[in-house]
């Protein structure tokens, strides 16, 4: 079963290489694309900055596993479905997979440290999502901190609600599901 979680949480860098690797114009990657597209009926995006996509692609991973980390304890609570064992694992990915959507949005910027500092002064979403991603990676280390990680998820929340300039399906889901999993992890059973 941990070999299963691990090739899980591999899948969304495997999509991010193919995205990035078909932005290449190798030649060798054609066959592969358009095997790929016929297979599974999906079709490689052409966005006009690709590190910027790439950067959105590791957030939305980041987020659906720290959704899938965060409901461990309550489905082991309230329907005594245990994943326990699974939760540093899925952990670690969602951290792993937001420093990545981090690392990619400075790239995408050019690591441009004043033009970044000013977005980051500027638009509260950044400054939200930047906070949450500290929170989220230093306060599982101290075991004093660990109710602070409830503040990192609400910060995840507010990232996710200010950057997006319209709430689509998967937006409303996650933004639910981690309201809902944070409601059941504060109510004492």
């Not at 095997?35 to 900055?49: H, L, M």
């Not at 981090?102 to 500027?122: P, S």
């Amino acid at each position: 079963m941990r070999i299963v979680m691990i090739i899980l949480a591999l899948i969304p860098l495997l999509a991010m290489g193919a995205v990035l690797v078909d932005g290449m114009g190798t030649e060798w990657f054609k066959p592969i694309r358009s095997g790929i597209e016929a297979t599974f009926g999906i079709v490689f995006p052409s966005p006009q900055n690709r590190l910027y996509y790439l950067s959105g692609m590791a957030g939305a991973s980041a987020l659906w596993i720290l959704i899938a980390a965060f409901w461990v304890n309550p489905l082991r609570t309230y329907v005594r479905f245990d994943l326990v064992e699974f939760k540093k694992l899925l952990g670690a990915s969602a951290i792993g997979y937001a420093l990545l959507h981090f690392a990619l949005f400075l790239a995408a910027y050019d690591f441009a440290a004043g033009r970044i500092a000013g977005l980051f002064g500027t638009q509260m979403a950044l400054s939200a999502g930047l906070a949450a991603l500290l929170v989220i990676a230093v306060v599982p280390h101290v075991r004093a901190w660990y109710k602070l990680l409830y503040i990192g998820v609400v910060l995840v929340i507010v990232h996710l609600l200010l950057v997006e300039r319209e709430l689509t399906t998967p937006h409303i889901a996650a933004v639910t599901l981690l309201s809902l999993g944070l409601a059941l992890r504060l109510i004492k059973r």
